[in-house]
């Protein structure tokens, strides 16, 4: 367990560095998809509730020092997508979860739930209505972000039985 | 006591743990202006902007090719409008001498590279690989062969963040260059618009839009888009103007930042906002 610890810190710094130099390439008519919250939704299932609102929490203070958006921003939207990814968190189920469609659900919903309580708290306009900001600033990107949770689970290692 | 406490704690320590950490969040948000916060942001974004120029650098070798050749057809477009523009340019000189008006059109510009974007609806910036010891600073515009990109926000030593024209924290007084009617343009998460425009005004699509020597941030005309619609509300006095902006800011990658900073005071009072942070800064 402390070895995917130390993996959920180490592995950011790259996500980052493609999510800001490469992503922005294969962006789909402004649509982005968030390589970081792959990361997050991956851990916090596997190292339960607290521990994904913690990273969830480190990675937003870290992306917003780094990319010089609102403070704090990133952090709060972050937090609540580790600590809703972490309630997926079950020793029992969780190999299910990672070769199955499921993930792509939980990275979906995270992802919803992350970029509307950012774009909420980002002083977005309020003229405009909540199901258009729903579907531009969630739905989209989160549609776009589970695609690629397919790296996920097609090299999610097998258990082999011995 | 401790036994209540222990077992409320063991029921609930997700949820307790959860709301300690957005309550940092949420101050953490209402202190993102102070000095401190913003001295921290710009050692932090200093030292990973090391390591994501190396990577862009990469990523852009493999469009040289083409765009090294978009820019020979374009050096030979721009030789032929250059020497037409000469022959105006002496007959201008002339004439201005004639007025005594002074020459503006030489400004110092510093050529940058874009090496990291954050894409956001909402805070759209970008990294450039220019701070401090290139003589960049905040308050400065950027701009590209097409237009404005947006404003610097913070530097460190040898990088800077700008704020581009789709970030909503970025507020211009532009006009129309045909009509020169002038307004407020700020980005509403979806397009760039021109709010509180009267109905009567002469807004027409198609109109080029730039910025105002009105502003207190940029008094320099750049080009910033152009109108492709107007948002007629049935109630009120207002339309709002939706503009198109020249600039790709997906597939920008070399900018100049315009080495100026404007001061405008007025009545005593320092109109632009970044040099009024800087002198609060400073105190």
């Known amino acids: ?162 | 006591m401790f036994r209540f406490f222990s077992s409320i704690w063991e029921n609930f320590k997700e949820y307790i743990i959860l709301v300690i950490l957005l309550t940092i969040s949420l101050v953490t948000m209402s202190l993102s202006q102070n000095p401190a916060a913003r001295k921290v942001k710009s050692l932090a974004f200093g030292s990973f902007s090391a390591f994501t120029s190396v990577i862009s650098d990469m990523v852009n070798i493999s469009g040289l090719k083409s765009e090294n050749s978009n820019l020979r057809k374009l050096n030979a477009e721009l030789m032929l409008q250059v020497s037409e523009l000469r022959k105006y340019g002496i007959e201008n000189s002339e004439l201005k001498g004639l007025l005594g008006l002074k020459d503006t059109s030489m400004l110092p510009l510093l050529a940058g590279t874009v090496i990291s974007k954050s894409l956001s609806r909402s805070q759209s910036t970008f990294t450039l690989n220019i701070g401090k010891k290139d003589g960049v600073a905040s308050g400065m515009p950027v701009l590209n062969d097409h237009g404005l990109v947006g404003i610097v926000n913070s530097t460190s030593d040898n990088f800077s963040i700008v704020r581009t024209l789709k970030n909503l924290d970025l507020k211009l007084t532009v006009k129309d260059e045909r009509s020169r009617v002038e307004g407020i343009m700020k980005w509403n998460g979806n397009d760039l618009v021109m709010i509180d425009i009267p109905k009567t005004y002469d807004i027409e699509p198609g109109d080029r839009i730039i910025t105002s020597e009105l502003s207190s941030i940029i008094d320099i005309p750049i080009p910033i888009g152009s109108v492709i619609g107007l948002s007629k509300v049935e109630t009120g006095i207002f339309n709002e103007v939706r503009i198109n902006p020249f600039v790709d800011f997906i597939r920008t990658e070399h900018v100049f930042v315009i080495a100026i900073v404007e001061n405008k005071i007025e009545n005593g009072e320092q109109m632009n906002f970044y040099l009024r942070k800087k002198l609060e800064i400073n105190k």
């Open chain 1, 1 to 162: 367990m402390r070895s995917e610890y130390i993996w959920s810190v180490i592995l950011f710094f790259p996500l980052l560095i493609i999510q800001t130099t490469i992503v922005p390439l294969i962006a789909i008519r402004g649509v982005t998809p968030d390589l970081i919250m792959i990361l997050l939704v991956f851990y916090s299932m596997r190292c339960g509730q607290i521990y994904g609102s913690v990273l969830g929490f480190s990675y937003g203070l870290l992306f917003d020092l780094i990319t010089g958006s609102l403070l704090g921003s990133t952090m709060l939207s972050k937090t609540l997508a580790g600590f809703i990814a972490g309630y997926f968190s079950n020793e029992n189920k969780i190999e299910n979860y990672f070769k199955s469609y499921i993930f792509f659900l939980i990275v979906f919903l995270c992802s919803i739930v992350d970029l509307v309580i950012y774009s909420f708290f980002t002083s977005l306009d309020l003229n405009t209505s909540i199901l258009k900001l729903l579907f531009e600033q969630g739905i989209l990107p989160g549609i776009y972000t589970s695609i690629l949770s397919i790296f996920v689970v097609m090299f999610y290692p097998k258990r082999s039985i011995s």
